[in-house]
């Protein structure tokens, strides 16, 4: 079962920060030839062509700039570990 689409970046930070997604960056993004760079969000017409049960668990996308990719930090074991 699909629960949110995730590159491998976004997946080590899930796990590095103990959440269960993230927020993709529009670079990131821009590597799955899935995104609109003139739009930042996810090309509607390339979704469409994926199988049914992807093309509703895209995640947000953010700038890795903004409060929503930053915020949370590490776990505590995680900064321990490579504080």
């Not at 993004?29 to 930042?40: I, Q």
Request: glycine share 6%.
């Amino acid at each position: 079962k699909i629960v949110i689409w995730q590159t491998l970046c976004s997946t080590c930070l899930t796990r590095w920060r103990g959440t269960p997604f993230c927020h993709i960056s529009f670079s990131e993004a821009s590597w799955t030839g899935l995104f609109n760079f003139r739009t930042c969000e996810w090309d509607k017409e390339a979704v469409s062509l994926l199988p049914e049960e992807c093309k509703n668990h895209m995640p947000p996308l953010s700038d890795f700039s903004d409060e929503v990719m930053l915020s949370g930090g590490l776990r505590p074991e995680i900064m321990a570990e490579h504080g």
